[in-house]
């Protein structure tokens, strides 16, 4: 069965670096895109970063342009999300996101998130 396990959440002061890990298993990890989300107290689940399965196209919130770098090893099954310069907004669940055709229709599979707290 399809499984997300993230990794490396943490207490980082603002301005720090973190470096988050999500392994997957359960299906061809190197024939679909996945995807970084964040969700903080009190607010929706917003996407964060996307990745193609070969890793030559990714995409950003306009909030984490150019201090957040997502990347993947095939190899290891892994996504990762680079976060540098962070901010006490960026405090939130991350999670790893993997979408899967069926017969109909598709299905949306999540890890079960990992805590990144920034304090000021």
């Known amino acids: 069965q399809v499984q997300l396990v993230e990794s490396g959440g943490g207490l980082v002061q603002a301005g720090g670096s973190l470096r988050i890990s999500c392994a997957a298993s359960g299906f061809t990890f190197s024939s679909f895109a996945m995807s970084w989300y964040r969700q903080a107290p009190g607010k929706e689940r917003e996407l964060v970063a996307h990745?193609?399965?070969?890793?030559?196209?990714?995409n950003y919130a306009d909030s984490v342009k150019g201090r957040f770098t997502i990347s993947r090893d095939n190899a290891k099954n892994t996504v990762y999300l680079q976060m540098n310069s962070l901010k006490p907004e960026d405090t939130a669940v991350y999670y790893c996101?993997?979408?899967?055709?069926?017969?109909?229709?598709?299905?949306?599979?999540w890890g079960q998130g990992t805590q990144v707290t920034v304090s000021s």
């Open positions: 990745i193609t399965n070969t890793g030559g196209s990714t």
């Open positions: 996101k993997v979408v899967i055709p069926l017969v109909v229709g598709w299905y949306d599979y």
